[in-house]
């Protein structure tokens, strides 16, 4: 047996999807760092300069609605010292992470079931269709009612606001698998569980991953609105708490903390994405 | 010819009711044959292929492999698609142990089936790329060797090289004869290129349409390596161009 040169030039077929009039520069890493940290501070700046602006020279509104950045930062050192930053950030977080686990196990595990057999599909697609619009923040008094004021209510109102994309998006990549990738496996001789193995679900990966990192995000946006109703902690409580004793410092800090931690979160993911997707021409790196 | 290594019998298939999609069809291939099934679109020729292979179902009549009636894909029929189907998610060397995998072999057996087969194809540089990181003709040496690492006594090929430039199409050819002259599988290969057919095939089926049929069996006499501009080459070339235009014609639109 001879192994023979192939003589062919590789052409990528992802280069024709690059942005117009970057395809021929390559992109400067160094060049893309700067203007990404520039946008930050630029924000930074220009709510600093607002701020000052109003209070010093301007005078169109009362300075305590809107402190300098400092101040938010002073704020914060105050509260992170005494602890209760801390038990804030945990108390939301927890909830998070607890509803946010139900979801995607709910929402991958239903979502395959379904994706698999059309009868389930009939019975279940349309409720979850019906039930998806209404946004889930219509349903926090009932479940306040349903699971009182305490843990429960919160984690269920998570659970439940988180589960609609990751079912529907895993439902999507259950159902669109490329049939032409079936035949392959089953003239390798792969049976109906080796096709679910090793061809169904790694096709589904992607849209699972997006599913997961779509309903992590919309925990995140679902809780604040959760403590502002029947909480005594979390970054939800503590903007609402700032509210009644007029704190705006604390009210952006609670505001900021959220920023922060999604900021995070989002760059993990996005690297397990990237890592995880790595045959991917264009999966973010 | 002694016996069929792949037998068809009265094979026919319509997807709906009044529309017959491939008419009667008989034919006998031999084991370790070369077979083009040739003919333009909307002959059929795919769908034979596919009923071959176990993907469609006939609607009447049966195909016999070794003399056992076909009931789904199976290990035994290597199949290469025009588009490739490399698992996008598997390294070239990973789609090529694919087969072995699944047959649950010893991991370091499936390697080196995998490497030697990747070998075969001249990509053992290549083991660790994905598939997008692939020309389309290195693709489809991938997916040939993934067919042939399961050890296959049928090769199916639907127009593997169609998707190919000119060029590229050319190569693939003289390796696919190569790769089967030093190991003679019973290869079913479907093209609508004629000079394709007439430069890789033992037989040429020439196929009708509406309904889809056998219009014409040709034994291609030509010894390997076939010259395209040779006269016997060339006349062959323009028989059977004859015998396609006769059958695109029917069809109203070109």
Known sequence: MSAVSTGEV???????RKRRGSAERPVNRVAVMVRRAGSIVIFFALWYAASL???????LFNPVLLPPPDDVLKAGIAMAKSGELARHILASLS?????????????????????????????????????????????????????????????????????FPIFTTTLEGIKYVDPLLIRAAASLGASERDIFRYVVVPAALP???????????????????????????????????????????????GAAVIGAIGFAFNIVLRRLEARLLRWRKDARR | MTVAKIRIEGVS??????ILALGRIDLELGANSFTCLLGPSG?????????????????????????????????????VFQEYALFPWRTALDNVAFGPMIRRLPRAEQRERAERYLTLVGLAEHGTKFPSELSGGMKQRVAIARAL??????????????????????????????????????????????????????????????????????????????????????????????????????????
């Not at chain 2, 769908?47 to 035994?76: C, K, Q, Y």
């Open chain 1, 10 to 16: 590789k052409t990528s077929p992802g280069d024709a």
């Open chain 1, 53 to 59: 602006a109003n209070a010093h020279l301007l005078r």
């Open chain 1, 95 to 163: 909830r998070v992470v607890q509803g946010f686990l139900i979801a995607a196990l709910a929402g991958v595990l239903i979502g395959t079931l379904v994706g698999r057999s059309r009868v389930l599909e009939d019975l279940v697609e349309p409720t979850v269709e019906l039930l998806r619009p209404i946004p889930p923040l219509a349903f926090l008094p009932m479940m306040v009612l349903w699971f009182g004021i305490g843990e429960a209510s919160k984690v269920g109102f998570i659970a439940y606001a988180a589960f």
């Open chain 1, 207 to 253: 849209n699972i991953i997006t599913g997961l990192r779509i309903g992590f995000g919309l925990s995140f946006f679902v809780i604040v609105a959760a403590e502002f109703i029947a909480a005594d902690s979390g970054l939800g409580f503590l903007i609402n708490d700032a509210r009644t004793f007029f704190l705006v410092s604390n009210m952006l800090l």
């Open chain 2, 13 to 18: 298939k319509s997807y709906t009711a009044d």
């Open chain 2, 43 to 79: 002959c059929g020729k795919s769908t034979l292929l596919n009923m071959i292979a176990g993907f469609v179902e006939p609607t009447h009549g049966r195909v016999l492999v070794d003399g056992i009636e076909v009931v789904g894909a199976s290990a035994d029929r290597g199949v």
């Open chain 2, 149 to 254: 690492a399961n050890g296959p006594s049928v090769l199916l090929m639907d127009e593997p090289f169609g998707a190919l430039d000119a060029q590229t199409r050319e190569t693939m050819q003289e390796e696919l004869l190569r790769i089967w002259q030093e190991d003679r599988k019973t290869v079913v290969f479907v093209t609508h290129s004629i000079s394709e057919a007439i430069f890789l095939g033992d037989r040429i089926i020439v196929m009708a349409t509406r309904p889809g049929a056998v219009k014409q069996v040709i034994e291609v006499g030509l010894a390997h390596p076939r010259e395209r501009s040779a006269p016997d080459f060339v006349a062959l070339e323009r028989q059977i161009k004859q015998l396609v235009r006769e059958e695109v014609e029917k069809l109203g639109i070109v």
